[in-house]
């Protein structure tokens, strides 16, 4: 779950949906008193935050939170001077996008972030899937799934954000670090052969294709 915290209406909406359909889901907040209280009271997985709030800032905000909580933060501010973005820092913010952004950075900026706080945990899980980051070895129940190393990374970042839809290019410069090609074939073969090692060890779906859009975790 994201919490967006912005009081410009249509910059709050336009994050909302794009977040929205690139499979995360939100909610927000239009001041920092609502915003304090939501980031304070409910479980999020990251925080979208403006710094120029009504009634409470998001430097308060950050401050307040960072007694309590670790959840990460993302600020979104036209205060692009690098003594700001120095303290911001210092306050507990994770990273600092200026405005105006492009909406792509702030998704990959996202999930950057996001990836940075799953890293920290040395199991990922899902149904029965297992994946033990140390060894790098993936179980479903008590059978090993055999996979090549472009698989497991797949499989890996897939597990860090179980609920979220990756497109073919999101999936491939994510996990090789190289550009898209539009023609490429190359996800729909790894999915392919993932798929069918999976259904050798379980009748369990764990991939979904979502038409127009890419992959993600079965439910």
């Given at each position: 779950m994201?919490?967006?915290i912005e009081d410009d209406l249509t910059i709050n909406a336009l994050l909302c949906d794009i977040l929205d359909k690139s499979g995360y889901k939100t909610e927000n907040a239009t001041d920092g008193i609502t915003g304090l209280h939501m980031a304070m009271n409910g479980v999020y997985d990251l925080i979208l935050?403006?710094?120029m709030l009504p009634m409470k800032s998001g430097e308060e905000i950050l401050r307040n939170l960072r007694s309590v909580k670790n959840t990460p933060v993302i600020i979104l501010s036209a205060k692009s001077d690098v003594?700001?973005?120095?303290?911001?820092?210092?306050?507990?913010?994770d990273d600092f996008i200026c405005k105006p952004f492009d909406i792509d950075e702030?998704?990959?900026?996202?999930?950057a972030v996001l990836r940075r706080v799953e890293d920290k945990k040395d199991v990922?899980?899902?149904?029965?899937?297992?994946?033990d980051r140390d060894?790098?070895?993936?179980?479903?129940?008590?059978?090993?799934?055999v996979c090549t190393a472009m698989e497991y990374a797949i499989l890996e970042l897939m597990l860090s954000n179980p609920k979220k839809i990756f497109s073919k290019r999101n999936l491939f410069e994510s996990?090789?670090?190289?550009?898209?090609?539009?023609?490429?074939?190359?996800?729909?073969?790894?999915?392919s052969n993932l798929r069918k090692k999976i259904s050798k060890l379980t009748d369990v779906p764990y991939i979904d294709t979502v038409y127009g859009m890419g992959y993600r975790m079965a439910n």
């Open positions: 994201i919490l967006v935050m403006d710094l003594h700001n973005r120095i303290e911001l820092l210092r306050l507990g913010a702030v998704i990959l900026r996202m999930e990922l899980s899902y149904k029965e899937m297992r994946i060894s790098k070895r993936i179980h479903i129940g008590e059978n090993e799934l996990v090789t670090g190289e550009d898209y090609m539009s023609e490429e074939n190359t996800m729909n073969v790894h999915m």
